[in-house]
Nanobody, 121 residues
């Protein structure tokens, strides 16, 4: 089992930055691919970014490429999402997930409870 707890969400103006964190406990964090997803009211859960467990290879959704950066600290068992140049359309609940290096939510075994990010115009 893996427990995931997100933090770092909040309210920010357009053009601002936030850094989300996802603290993991349980199974060995360093052996897991990880990802970030987001969901807005009335929409399906959307892929944001993923990072592999071994080489730290990353992959991003086109909508966030160049603005967001996913990273991990295998010593602190923490996943991060640095979000810069935020836009109102980035407003959503952000979830971290563990268990895959994938853009599909169905590939992940574990999910956090989510953290709200609101970007005002």
């Amino acid at each position: 089992q893996v427990q995931l707890v997100e933090s770092g969400g909040g309210l920010v103006q357009a053009g601002g930055s936030l850094r989300l964190s996802c603290a993991a406990s349980g199974r060995t964090f360093s052996s897991l691919g990880m990802g970030w997803f987001r969901q807005s009211p009335g929409k399906e859960r959307e892929f944001v970014a993923t990072i592999s467990w071994l080489a730290g290879v990353t992959y991003y959704a086109d909508s966030v490429k160049g603005r967001f950066t996913i990273s991990r600290d295998n010593v602190k068992n923490t996943l991060y999402l640095q979000m810069n140049s935020l836009k109102p359309e980035d407003t959503a609940v952000y979830y971290c997930a563990a268990g895959a290096y994938s853009a599909s939510p169905t590939g992940y075994d574990y999910w956090g409870q989510g953290t709200q990010v609101t970007v005002s115009s």
